[in-house]
């Protein structure tokens, strides 16, 4: 087992890994959310946060947790000790538009592990930089900063969530598992909190199907995307 000590070599390992831009996920992504956008064309710009279906996972099966995640170790730390892992949130900017039939690249660097208690228990957020260039010329893109959370089990899985302030626009949706099922396929994301009733309510004991937060974030840049087009 790694220590919280060790877990600090990690601090500045990299990864690199390279993609193309295809427009069959921006069209799949459009049907997901029920936008009645034209099929995207070479040359256009993907609409924003979309980037999150390119640079996927391509862990063996054979090479996954019993989470559905990639086993621990690896490019992330082996927090071997705190089995709840999730997507906690993030920081992004947007430098240039990421168009369809782009070559891009990606450089991964983990910046901060760190370690805290919470309410919940022990936690550790692992912190990590992603840059997304154009593969050709090195045009920035886009810089973005993931927290990634490792949680324990001994205290509730969830707790109730403050309510959101009123905003200026507002559109309203209920998740269902179909929805939530074809963003998992989106992204290639196989952590089971978001599509396996059974594994969530007796393993991670959660009252029910997690939300991606990308795709919370997605829901509301698209509402953004409607009220204020361009």
């Known amino acids: 087992m790694t220590g919280r000590a060790d877990l600090q070599a990690w601090v500045g390992r990299t990864e690199t890994r390279s ?10 992504l459009a049907a997901t959310l029920d936008r ?8 256009e710009p993907i609409p924003p946060l979309a980037h999150w279906l390119f640079f996927l996972p391509d862990t063996p099966q054979s090479e996954l947790g019993p989470d559905g995640h990639p086993a621990r170790g690896g490019f992330l730390p082996p927090v071997h000790d705190l089995p709840r892992r999730m997507w906690a949130g993030g920081r992004l900017r947007l430098h240039a538009p990421i168009r369809v039939g782009m070559p891009i690249a990606r450089r991964s660097t983990i910046g901060e592990i760190a370690a805290r208690e919470g309410a919940s228990g022990p936690l550790v957020f692992v912190t990590v930089r992603h840059e997304v260039h154009a593969a050709g010329d090195g045009t920035p893109l886009l810089v973005e900063e993931q927290d990634i959370v490792y949680r324990g089990t001994d205290a509730p899985a969830a707790r109730a969530a403050t309510p959101a302030p009123q905003g200026v626009w507002q559109a309203r949706m209920v998740p269902d598992a179909v929805l939530l099922f074809r963003y998992s396929a989106l992204t290639f994301n196989g952590h089971r909190i978001h599509y396996d009733l059974r594994y969530l309510t007796e393993v991670e004991h959660y009252p029910g199907p997690i939300v991606h937060g990308p795709l919370i974030a997605t829901l509301l840049m ?6 204020l087009p361009g």
């Open 19 to 28: 993609d193309f831009v295809a427009a069959g996920p921006i069209d799949r």
């Open 222 to 227: 698209n509402l953004l995307h409607r009220m």
């Open 36 to 43: 009645h956008d034209p099929p995207a064309r070479p040359g």
